[in-house]
């Protein structure tokens, strides 16, 4: 299993430890793109993906640590945008 395999489990399985830079990376992946306001944005970033045209909004986390909800919106959007299935990726 590669690491990128490892990854998409471990956010399907919802950890409470799930980092903001892990996320970062899992929706790299997915061709999401992460767009800030600027540095005036404060915590509100963007994650985009062009081809597809959706978009996941997020508010940074303080500490590092995404809380559930905001897993829970991830994989919704990654579903309904094609990318992931309710047990496994899809692609």
């Known amino acids: 299993m ?7 489990q471990r956010f399907l399985s919802k950890p409470k430890d ?6 970062k990376k899992l929706l790299r992946h997915y061709r999401y793109t992460e767009l800030t306001k600027g540095r005036t944005s404060g915590s509100r970033v ?3 993906n062009q081809k597809l045209k959706r978009s996941i909004l ?5 500490k590092g640590l995404l809380k559930p909800y905001q897993l829970t919106e ?3 959007e990654l579903i309904k945008a094609g990318k992931i299935s ?5 692609g």
């Open 46 to 48: 963007a994650f985009i």
């Open 58 to 62: 997020l508010h940074k986390p303080h």
């Open 86 to 90: 309710e047990e496994k990726e899809d």
């Open 2 to 8: 590669s690491k990128i395999e490892k990854l998409i």
């Open 74 to 76: 991830i994989k919704n």
């Open 18 to 23: 799930f980092k903001y830079a892990e996320v």
